[in-house]
């Protein structure tokens, strides 16, 4: 094997070594340069496509060759070259393509010549999309981003103050990476970063991945979760036409082969659909090409437009695969405006390669140790589109400030800057940073600290953070809080901190403690800040507290891909508390209720002070969870299938501890995606007191419940729920199912679908005890992260309430 590999080396070494160039510029008819014209060796998938000035370069042994000059809209252009000694310079001047009107019977209905031709690339579809069972082939990538107008300031922030855009060309982002790309049926994939260059930061990692690049046009829905949920329908879908209108605009010859070029056209303007052209080779009923666009009538997120050209090649008799992919987009948020341009070359495609046993794995991705330390000779060599004259000069220009940037006199004279006292500050607090120990502290404002409750009365609360990072991405961060209560006139306060200390595995350990005034739900149902304004202006006091003596640590890591493992110990004094204000600024029509969850006209103590020594164990298991790797990091990417949840808690009667009870849950959750449907989201649990000796009632199962018009619409939460009324402190159930319909009634009622607004409907049950049955039905809308809703509560079969709720969708 040694000796095989040895000889591998020789051969490409000396492939390397007596390898020449092929460089020119290709222009029209007009003498005007052509971007991106595809360029491959006949017979092969090795190529290159030109860059935006028309030049393009392909390093080749010597030998006969016929490269093959291709774009849509032009005359496919062959040329013979022989390589012997020298690199050779041939520029090349491509014809536009001239169409012909297809001949055709046109039908007594009038139905266009494209139907005819897009029922049989309809037919052909599952054969086409089915038809490799596996490929592997490099990939490169190149992706840039510009901003073309920008305010100096939004809301008082520099937009830019490191400079990192160019006020000539407007770049903001450049970067390059080269990849190993396998595939298998179905949705199998696994790719290798080996080289990876960010222009500006020699330490960053590109966040360019070929299958971002797969745009799969034979498949009836393509989903692409970064634009939108609901994914868009292939003009050769197999329900296509409900959703387009095809024209044949001609067909052009190619080798022979005679092509439809047919116009797709929106049946609706608000649809998942694209708009532009779809070439289709006549008899075999291929894709040949594509050149179609999204428009925010599609409903996309984040950019306002994306065109798309695809240009497949022969890769094999009979398989053509894609060669190159181009996104481009632009966009406009807060008066920042903007485009970008993201490309990739597939090439050196094998068909059917022998992957070893378990080469497919839950790793779609790795990042190679050594991908962002390739030299500029390795580039040179190894990249097939040529650099711009923007962008080479980026590369230069932004490498040449890394170089400053990066030292300590230029971070410290920035953080002097950064650093300095501003009265915004005293609304949203103080952050100080060292940047080149990579290590800030923050304090809070003292504004932001303020809360009312009927306990403490007013009470401010001020937090001092801590944190430091390491190049491998270790950090720790440690804290404190320290606040007053004005009614009660007592201090509390807290430490905390957090050590991760194996990334690739979220390892870290924890440890807090200190004298806290804390909700008798773990959930923290309500918000200080929602409880603060019910109380002053509605006198409604809904958070109940008690003041906790404690201290806590524990562990938490993924023993193994998906399983994520946390146990922690707590030991607590629980002390029961009173209101001690009656404080009001608008009288109403309710009356302030006691700080006794269970027995709000209570005036006396809810329980006896106690201590409570506790055991959690969480267990997290997320079925074939998908992930790729770098260096210092991992990153998860979500699954298809649910996760498994695991909650034992532990009472122990012991070193003074006054409880013992032992409780045990189990409960799934995950997303399901309908495609053009929308998503769906799921929640059930179930779980039980095994053993309830001796507890109080924080040590009760509390739901997730709300009184308020504000929610956050959590995925195990509910709308209409007392905070308390259902607590359990024996056996229950739990269950919570979400519908989001992306649009797909709203989007075509006019004027409505101009909002881009997403219908959301939900339904959750519980029962606790075994007796009482409580559920919530909802509907509403929802629109960059805020909902709207409207819920009705049943106990027992019978409406008990309803309402309106609005909040923060997270």
């Known amino acids: 094997m040694a000796k095989i590999k040895l000889l591998l080396f020789i051969l490409l070494f000396a492939q390397k070594m007596f390898s020449y160039t092929i460089n020119g510029k290709i222009t029209d008819n007009r003498n005007e340069p052509v971007p991106f014209v595809n360029i491959y060796i006949k017979g092969t998938t090795r190529g290159t496509t030109s860059n935006i000035q028309g030049a393009y370069a392909l390093e080749l042994p010597p030998g006969k060759y016929e490269i093959v000059y291709k774009l849509i809209g032009y005359k496919l252009?062959?040329?013979?070259?022989?390589?012997?000694?020298?690199?050779?310079t041939i520029d090349v001047k491509l014809i536009p393509e001239s169409f012909?009107?297809?001949?055709?019977?046109?039908?007594?209905?009038?139905?266009?010549?494209?139907?005819?031709v897009i029922r049989q690339a309809q037919k052909k579809r599952k054969f086409y999309n089915e038809q490799v069972n596996s490929y592997s082939c490099d990939v490169y990538i190149k992706g840039e981003q510009r901003i073309l107008k920008t305010p100096k300031k939004i809301m008082g922030m520099?937009?830019?103050?490191?400079?990192?855009?160019?006020?000539?060309t407007g770049i903001a982002y450049l970067s390059e990476s080269v990849s190993k790309f396998n595939f298998k049926q179905s949705d199998k994939i696994r790719e290798e970063m080996i080289s990876s260059k960010v222009s500006g930061d020699n330490k960053a990692f590109s966040y360019n991945q070929a299958s971002d690049m797969l745009?799969?046009?034979?498949?009836?829905?393509?989903?692409?979760?970064?634009?939108?949920?609901?994914?868009?329908i292939s003009p050769i879908a197999n329900t296509a036409m409900f959703s387009y209108k095809y024209k044949l605009l001609g067909t052009f010859f190619e080798d022979g082969q005679m092509i439809n070029k047919i116009q797709v056209i929106p049946k609706r303007k608000n649809d998942p659909v694209f708009s532009g052209i779809i070439n289709i080779m006549e008899n075999s009923w291929r894709i040949h090409s594509i050149a179609l666009v999204l428009t925010k009538d599609a409903q996309i997120d984040f950019v306002d437009t994306l065109k798309i050209n695809l240009m497949y090649i022969p890769v094999e008799k009979e398989i053509w695969l894609p060669f190159t992919t181009k996104f481009v987009f632009n966009f406009g948020v807060l008066g920042i405006e903007g485009d970008g341009m993201y490309m990739s070359v597939n090439s050196n495609y094998i068909i059917d390669p022998d992957f070893p046993k378990n080469f497919f794995t839950n790793e779609v991705m790795k990042v190679n140790d050594d991908a962002n330390k390739k030299d500029s000779t390795y580039w040179e060599t190894n990249r097939p589109v040529p650099l711009t004259d923007e962008e080479a000069n980026d590369y230069r220009k932004r490498d040449s400030l890394a170089k400053i940037r990066n030292t300590k006199p230029y971070m410290d004279s920035t953080d002097r800057k950064s650093n300095k006292f501003k009265l915004m500050n005293l609304i949203s607090g103080y952050t100080h940073i060292n940047t080149y120990k990579k290590r800030e502290w923050r304090i809070s404002a003292p504004l932001a600290g303020m809360e009312f409750n009927t306990v403490q009365g007013f009470n401010a609360n001020m937090k001092f953070d801590f944190s430091k990072r390491y190049e491998n991405n270790k950090f720790y961060n440690v804290g404190c809080n320290l606040g007053y209560g004005f009614s009660d006139e007592d201090v509390f306060g807290g430490i905390h901190g957090r050590y991760l200390y194996k990334p690739k595995k979220f390892a870290s350990v924890f440890a807090s403690g200190g004298r806290e005034y804390t909700q008798f739900s773990n959930n923290n149902p309500i918000l200080p800040i929602i409880n603060s304004l019910y109380s002053l202006l509605n006198e409604q006091n809904f958070m109940k507290l008690y003041l906790k003596y404690y201290g806590r640590a524990g562990h938490s890591s993924e023993l193994t891909n998906g399983l994520y493992f946390t146990p922690s110990v707590e030991y607590a004094q629980r002390v029961p508390l009173v209101n001690t204000t009656g404080l009001t600024w608008v009288k109403s029509n309710y009356n302030y209720t006691s700080n006794d969850p269970q027995n709000p006209d209570s005036s006396g103590y809810s329980f006896s002070t106690n201590n409570a020594l506790s055991l959690d164990i969480r267990i997290r298991y997320v079925f074939k969870q998908k992930y790729y790797t770098s260096p210092n990091y991992k990153t998860v990417t979500g699954s298809k299938f649910p996760a498994l949840l695991i909650n034992y808690k532990k009472g122990i009667n012991a070193l003074g501890s006054n409880v013992d009870y032992d409780f045990l849950s189990a409960g799934i959750e995950g997303n399901l995606n309908l495609k053009r449907f929308g998503n769906s989201s799921y929640s059930f649990t179930a779980g039980a007191f095994l053993n309830n000796r001796k507890m109080y009632f924080m040590d009760w199962y509390h739901f997730n419940g709300n009184q308020t018009l504000f929610s956050t619409f959590l995925p195990n939460s509910f709308?209409?729920?007392d905070y308390y009324s259902a607590s359990t402190n024996k056996q229950f159930l739990e269950g919570h199912f979400e519908h989001n319909f992306e649009g797909l009634f709203l989007n075509k009622i006019p004027l409505l679908k101009l909002l881009m607004l997403q219908e959301v409907g939900r339904i959750?049950?519980?029962?606790?005890?075994?007796?009482n049955t409580y559920a919530e039905i909802s509907v509403g809308v929802k629109r960059l992260g805020f909902q709207l809703c409207f819920a009705t509560g049943y106990s027992n079969q019978k409406q008990v309430n309803s309402g309106i709720r609005f909040g923060i969708d997270f």
């Open 77 to 88: 252009h062959v040329e013979q070259v022989t390589i012997s000694s020298e690199s050779q």
């Open 215 to 232: 745009f799969n046009f034979y498949d009836n829905i393509l989903e692409v979760p970064s634009l939108s949920e609901r994914g868009f």
């Open 719 to 721: 709308e209409l729920l």
């Open 100 to 116: 012909e009107l297809k001949e055709a019977v046109i039908q007594a209905d009038g139905e266009d010549p494209a139907y005819a």
């Open 158 to 168: 520099e937009v830019d103050p490191e400079g990192e855009i160019d006020t000539q």
């Open 764 to 771: 959750s049950v519980l029962t606790s005890d075994g007796k």
